[in-house]
């Protein structure tokens, strides 16, 4: 094996690392993970295998037979038909025949569709056309097919939504009333996340995908926990996947709590005990990239918080791992080279149960 | 595309070329963690954990259970009516099935 081992920055700049390199990343990675989520580095028998993945000097890799594990997606369908902004590729094709194409021509595991804003709130005023779009092709898939969108509580403010905008109210020094906005705008997004998921279940829809769960802080991943509780309370059987945004949760409120356990600062695999609690099925770890550092530091990192989570689960976890999270390098065209070495990391390492 | 099919290519089950879509079905229907869910489903189509992924095998036993295949064939079971099959089979509630048998009042 040559010393030298061609590699990426977490922004997707190839470059040569010497192997000492690459273990010293990969060290440093794990620890910057145990030490803010205060859980244990991998042992050095697991960093000896990811700096083998690593090396491996095939521009593709995969696990072995047997090892596989289970694909979903975030609207990974509508990347076939919309533009550069959702990662698509352009191609004209009806919703239909994306789902269809990737069920049965990329043989995925399970599909998905999504309104192409990808959050539940827009969804509302068309909530018949997703409704028939979706009835319709249900009766033609065969995997698994979810709705998903983003809870996405930022909507919820002025200018865009009904609520005063924490953003400007912070910087003033009025905290309460940013935190009382928040809790107004939760309110909100939990009836609409519950409508959505109601008028979807009316007609036979097989999952829900709450994706990125938390992006506007600790109000939002607390909203997307109620909406959660509520559907699997009133729908019956509604099977449910909880996305995270991040590897901790922003404390935009600060005092935010579900179950009496205060979300703020939460790292997945604390988070992954309140979705569970919260009825859902699959819960999602997302692990943000760092840019400055290599793909062997970040996946290091990624792989830290993962293999604990996974650890103290007693759900499925699906690891997200598009651009820029997971150790997948912030890039538009994620490169092959460091996706199937996340992927196999993942599998091989951090054990989970999908991505 | 490219991270999904990367990531499909890489590690994912293969979906209908194989036992995927089974496997999936375990784990948001029961919470089944993949070990599990693959045991289920190899125990149910009474093949080897290994097999769940080897088309050679699955392509046989997915066209003998009626669950749909890979392959377009005229006639054959996919859409609703595998997923008819794939419920019964698994022993699972997949609520476009449901909804579809009550409007058929079955």
């Not at chain 1, 996947?241 to 997945?268: C, T, V, W």
Request: charged share 25%; with cysteine; net charge negative.
């Amino acid at each position: 094996m040559s010393d030298k081992i061609l590699t990426r920055m977490g922004d997707g700049e190839r470059l040569w690392m010497s192997a000492s390199e690459v273990r010293e990343d990969i060290a440093a990675g794990t620890e910057d993970a145990a030490r803010r989520a205060k859980i244990p580095q991998l042992s050095e028998e697991e960093q000896e295998k990811l700096f083998e993945i690593m090396a491996e000097p095939s521009r593709a890799v995969s696990v072995s037979p047997g090892e596989e594990v289970i694909v979903t997606d975030d609207g990974g369908t509508m990347s076939f038909y919309t533009c550069q902004d959702g990662g698509g590729v352009g191609v004209p094709l009806s919703r239909m025949q994306a789902i269809l194409t990737y069920e049965r021509a990329c043989g995925a595991d399970t599909t998905s569709m999504g309104h192409s804003d990808y959050s539940y709130k827009p969804v509302k005023p068309i909530i018949n056309f997703e409704m028939n779009d979706y009835y319709n092709t249900s009766m033609l898939t065969t995997v698994p097919f979810f709705y998903g969108a983003q809870p996405n509580l930022g909507l919820y403010y002025q200018p865009d939504g009904p609520c005063p905008n924490p953003g400007d109210l912070m910087p003033a020094g009025k905290i309460k009333e940013a935190q009382e906005a928040q809790e107004l705008a939760a309110e909100y997004l939990e009836k609409d996340l519950v409508f959505v998921g109601k008028k979807m279940a009316s007609v036979g829809c097989e999952g829900l995908n709450l994706d990125t769960s938390g992006s506007a802080g600790d109000a939002d991943f607390l909203a997307a926990l109620k909406g959660v509780r509520r559907l699997k309370k009133e729908l019956g059987h509604m099977p449910i996947i909880m996305g995270s945004a991040n590897e901790f949760i922003l404390g935009m409120h600060g005092a935010a709590k579900f179950d009496d356990q205060r979300l703020a600062g939460m790292y997945p695999h604390r988070q992954v005990k309140v979705v569970e609690a919260a009825g859902a099925d699959i819960f999602g770890v997302a692990v943000g990239t760092n840019t400055g550092e290599s793909v062997a530091w970040n996946l290091a990192r990624t792989l830290t918080f993962v293999k604990e989570t996974v650890r103290v689960a007693d759900i499925p976890v699906h690891v997200n791992v598009g651009m820029g999270v997971g150790g997948v390098p912030m890039l538009e065209g994620p490169p092959v080279d460091c996706v199937t070495r996340v992927s196999k990391a993942l599998a091989q390492i951090g054990k989970i149960d999908g991505l | 595309m490219g991270m999904h099919m990367a990531h499909i290519m890489s590690s994912g089950m293969g979906g209908l070329r194989t036992a995927g879509d089974l496997v999936a079905w375990m784990q948001i229907s029961r919470r089944m963690k993949i070990g599990d869910a693959k045991e289920y489903v190899a125990r149910k189509l009474g093949i080897d954990v290994l097999d769940l992924t080897n088309e050679e095998v699955m392509r046989r036993t997915r066209e003998d259970l009626g669950i749909g295949i890979i392959t377009s064939v005229a006639g054959s079971p996919k859409g609703i009516r595998a997923k008819i099959k794939i419920a019964e089979l698994l022993e699972i509630p997949i609520n476009s099935v449901t909804l579809f048998k009550s409007q058929l009042g079955i």
